[in-house]
């Protein structure tokens, strides 16, 4: 008759993981800057659009990219 109390706190660890995932999907190369910065001088806030010349970018991330980046307080 034994207690088979197997009751273990190991299992509450916490994954940071995903925020570094969504903090790195920010992270724009060099050519992706450029390429944003002429399309958005020639087209403007149409996001969208400017997704469409980028592989592997949502308009999403583009705007949230550069209104972190070119944010202007009006």
Not at 44 to 47: D, F, L, Q, V
């Given at each position: 008759m034994?207690?088979?109390d197997h009751?273990?706190?190991d299992d509450n660890s916490v994954d940071s993981r995903e925020e570094t995932s969504q903090d790195s999907k920010l992270?724009?190369?060099e050519d992706?800057?450029?390429l944003?910065?002429?399309m958005y001088n020639l087209v403007?806030?149409?996001?969208p659009l400017i997704a469409g010349r980028i592989p592997g970018r949502?308009?999403?991330e583009i705007e949230k990219y550069w209104t972190s980046r070119y944010s202007?307080?009006?």
């Open positions: 034994a207690d088979l009751s273990s706190s992270e724009f190369s992706e800057e450029t944003i910065t002429r403007g806030e149409r996001w949502t308009a999403e202007t307080s009006q």
